[in-house]
């Protein structure tokens, strides 16, 4: 038979690894709260010759041949007291050709600049690509 004692310690245990494992999922659930979203168009041309197009409002490629590459850049700024982390996402067929960093973790205050290649492999069709770059901002931990 158990005694009073071995009762008390087991309860206290288990009291113990409960709170734990809510502690623990109430810190998942706060560090996957959104800040903010921003989304990017994203256009590419795949072509027989080069040339750039200077949009403002989207990440443009212009056309690149098929083993070339052309490059552009974004800025993420935390305007956050605290530390947060930009999760960067590709949608659409553009997707396959582009090469970038996908998670920047940012102290308060900071501004960091990404770079995002095109790169066209020598097999590439020609054609007209395009997506949205996806940046999602989250509190970093």
């Keep these: 038979m158990q005694k009073k004692g071995d009762k008390v310690y087991y309860l206290v245990v288990l009291i113990f690894i409960i709170s734990l494992i809510l502690f623990l999922a109430l810190l998942n659930v706060r560090s996957n709260v959104i800040l903010d979203k921003n989304k990017v ?4 041309n795949i072509g027989n010759s080069s040339g750039f197009d200077v949009n403002e409002t989207a990440l443009t490629f212009g056309t690149i041949t098929p083993g070339s590459s052309a490059q552009r850049s974004i800025v ?3 305007n956050y007291n605290f530390p947060i982390k930009s999760i960067l996402k590709i949608k659409g067929d553009v997707a396959e050709y582009l090469i970038f960093e996908n998670i920047v973790s ?6 960091e600049i990404i770079s995002v290649a095109a790169v066209a492999p020598q097999d590439a069709s020609y054609g007209n690509y395009s997506g ?3 940046v999602v901002f989250k509190r970093a931990f």
Excluded: Q
């Design 41 to 44: 168009h994203v256009k590419l």
């Design 132 to 134: 949205i770059l996806e």
């Design 106 to 111: 940012l102290d308060a205050g900071e501004k």
């Design 76 to 78: 993420v700024e935390n």
